[in-house]
T-cell receptor
Framework: NAGVTQTPKFQVLKTGQSMTLQCAQD?????MSWYRQDPGMGLRLIHY???????DQGEVPNGYNVSRSTTEDFPLRLLSAAPSQTSVYFC??????????????FGPGTRLTVL | AQSVTQPDIHITVSEGASLELRCNYS??????LFWYVQSPGQGLQLLLK??????LVQGIKGFEAEFKRSQSSFNLRKPSVHWSDAAEYFC??????????FGTGTSLTVIP
């Protein structure tokens, strides 16, 4: 199993550009989530999904959209990038649909810089 | 609201010395508690977790943690630190509301 994969590893955007961060898992996990990691702030939950077609907001959802059309994929979209979105983004998944009470498996991260 | 506090931003220990990383949480019900480790440039890996039962939890790489409800704490310990333990450590709390909160992390440096 590849586990949780994320692409790209690095990305530089200009303010106002849009892009999609890709996340995929091959473990047939129900729960998937996106976090951003900023210095001194730990990881903060952006959006999560408890199954295909079901998504919900986390702690810091503004400026981000998600969808989940398949069990495997959970892309994160930035509609109009802002410098405040410069961060490292992690995708995670867990077997249980109640992912916040289960072990989460993390991808390697995407480092995003918005100029 | 749930929250997690890791009061130590950075800790330095000598190789072979014991280690304790502190974690305090705020949560109304019984929490689901986790410790994750992040090596430089990597994603996070689960060290251990507590849901219920025995308050002393064993994890991977020789780590253990003790849940103390009266102190709202879930401190991580290791009797003898190895150079490869140098990393960033995150305490986290989850709930059935599907919200998940990480602490701000403790960076561990191990000196020979």
């Amino acid at each position: 199993n590849a586990g949780v994969t994320q692409t790209p590893k690095f990305q530089v955007l200009k303010t106002g550009q849009s892009m999609t961060l890709q996340c995929a898992q091959d473990m047939n996990h129900e729960y998937m989530s996106w976090y951003r990691q900023d210095p001194g702030m730990g990881l903060r939950l952006i959006h999560y999904s408890v199954g295909a077609g079901i998504t919900d907001q986390g702690e810091v959802p503004n400026g981000y959209n998600v969808s989940r059309s398949t069990t495997e994929d959970f892309p994160l979209r930035l509609l109009s990038a802002a410098p405040s979105q410069t961060s490292v983004y992690f995708c995670a998944s867990s077997y249980s649909a109640s992912g916040s009470t289960d072990t989460q498996y993390f991808g390697p991260g995407t480092r995003l810089t918005v100029l | 609201a749930q929250s997690v506090t890791q009061p130590d931003i950075h800790i330095t220990v000598s190789e072979g010395a014991s280690l304790e990383l502190r974690c305090n949480y705020s949560y109304g019900a019984t929490p689901y508690l986790f410790w994750y480790v992040q090596s430089p440039g990597q994603g996070l890996q689960l060290l251990l977790k507590y849901f219920s039962g025995d308050t002393l939890v064993q994890g991977i790489k020789g780590f253990e943690a003790e849940f103390k409800r009266s102190q709202s704490s879930f401190n991580l310990r290791k009797p003898s630190v190895h150079w490869s333990d140098a990393a960033e450590y995150f305490c986290a709390v989850g709930s059935y509301g599907n919200q998940f909160y990480f602490g701000t992390g403790t960076s561990l440096t191990v000196i020979p």
